[in-house]
């Protein structure tokens, strides 16, 4: 073979690589809840992690969260057993979609992975038995808005705070464990879904948050480890 086709072959292979790598897009990990989320320090305990996993030039990270705040601040269609709507439904959405769309622009994406962190807020109100039916509604707004029905959820399920009276003293907690099983049906009933048992990451006193730094780096394993599985499973050819 003379040396002009040798470097034709070259610059077509140059070019179909170029072009492969084009088309395998990039992937988005939006991370969104209350508090725990919010205490999260994503930059140091999951992006480079992640990006260790899949290349820095293939990850974009969005995250918003604030503490407190029930799932209806995400989900728009929130409605309790009786009926009642929150006058501010999906202001939190609206703030994650708003960074994510900005995110993206310009940007092929090959896959999108939803971790939440969420359900205090609506267990102390006592709308567990919306929860279920609030996530599923989220998982459809998602798709509706980003135009895809492949998104992967990691949930960080609920700890057993809630089962503890001032940390250490066992309690009977209803609404605690409706959400927790929400969150776990969801899971089980959703094949693209996965939930982390988060009941380790907040220290012997059982707390609400979890503890600095240990239950945060836990935190941050667990959430790399669930979202690589997840591509593994479902999107096997788009990573290393």
Request: with cysteine.
């Amino acid at each position: 073979m003379n040396t002009l086709k040798i470097t034709a072959l070259c610059l077509f292979l140059l070019s179909s690589m170029n072009l492969l790598a084009q088309e395998a897009g990039k992937h988005l990990f939006l991370l969104s809840g209350q508090s725990n989320m919010a205490r999260f320090k994503h930059t140091q305990l999951f992006n480079p992690a992640i990006s260790k996993a899949l290349g820095e030039d293939k990850v974009i990270v969005v995250r918003v969260a604030q503490g407190g705040q029930p799932i209806s601040k995400w989900y728009k269609e929130w409605k309790s057993s009786k009926g009642e709507v929150d006058p501010k439904k999906g202001a939190i959405y609206d703030k994650l979609m708003t960074e994510t769309k900005k995110a993206i622009s310009g940007q092929k994406i090959s896959t999108v992975t939803f971790i939440w962190m969420q359900g205090e807020a609506d267990s102390k109100a006592g709308n567990g038995d919306v929860y279920l039916k609030s996530l599923k509604g989220l998982q459809k707004q998602l798709e509706d808005d980003l135009g895809r029905t492949d998104i992967n959820f990691v949930i960080g399920r609920l700890s057993d705070s809630g089962f503890f009276k001032k940390g250490t003293i066992p309690r009977e907690n209803s609404k605690w464990a409706e959400v927790q099983k929400a969150q776990m049906d969801f899971a089980e009933q959703n094949p693209r879904a996965y939930w982390i048992d988060t009941d380790d990451f907040n220290g012997e006193k059982n707390e609400l948050h979890y503890i600095k730094p240990e239950g945060y780096e836990q935190l941050g394993k667990a959430y790399v480890e669930t979202a690589l599985k997840a591509l593994k499973e479902h999107s096997p050819t788009t990573i290393k």
